[in-house]
């Protein structure tokens, strides 16, 4: 269990070192999605973003937590990652930035109750609230 939850984090950690070619999302920026969860970019530096989400999806464990955001925004797109580290998982959201919205996809990769690595897709939208 603890080598699948480190292998979890080095997936996460490459996909953090991806680089991005420039800024395109608002710093600081809140949104929210249709699930009521949150999320708070307080920096957009050379393409690099950071910040808070906050899991309130129903049916989700690790709700009400804040946990560190980090991910990438070019002119094509961008992505984040949240290590929900309580709950050995990790999502990573891929979307693009439409006005006042921000339409993802996301993976959310898990340890299941027989201990195996397993996934969940999915999708939401984004709004930005100020």
């Given amino acids: 269990m603890k ?16 680089e991005a070619m420039a800024q395109g999302l608002p710093a600081p920026s ?3 999605n249709e699930r ?3 999320l708070f970019i307080w920096s957009a530096n ?19 937590v804040p946990y560190p955001a980090a991910g990438a925004v070019s002119p094509t797109g961008l ?3 949240v290590t929900f580290a309580q709950c050995n998982s990790f999502t990573r959201w891929v979307g693009k930035i439409n ?9 959310l990769f898990y340890v299941d109750k027989k201990g195996r690595p397993s996934k969940l ?4 939208v984004f709004t930005r609230v100020r």
């Avoid at 699948?4 to 953090?16: K, R, T």
């Avoid at 897709?121 to 939401?124: H, I, L, M, R, S």
Wanted: positive net charge; charged residues 10%.
């Fill in 3 to 18: 080598r699948l939850l480190g292998l979890l984090l080095l997936v996460q950690s490459l996909l953090l070192s991806a």
């Fill in 30 to 32: 809140y949104w929210k």
């Fill in 36 to 38: 009521g969860s949150e």
């Fill in 46 to 64: 050379s393409g690099a973003i950071q910040g808070i989400f906050t899991n309130h999806a129903q049916g989700f464990a690790c709700q009400g």
């Fill in 79 to 81: 992505y984040f990652v």
């Fill in 99 to 107: 006005g006042s919205q921000m339409p993802t996809s996301w993976t």
């Fill in 121 to 124: 897709k999915g999708a939401d």
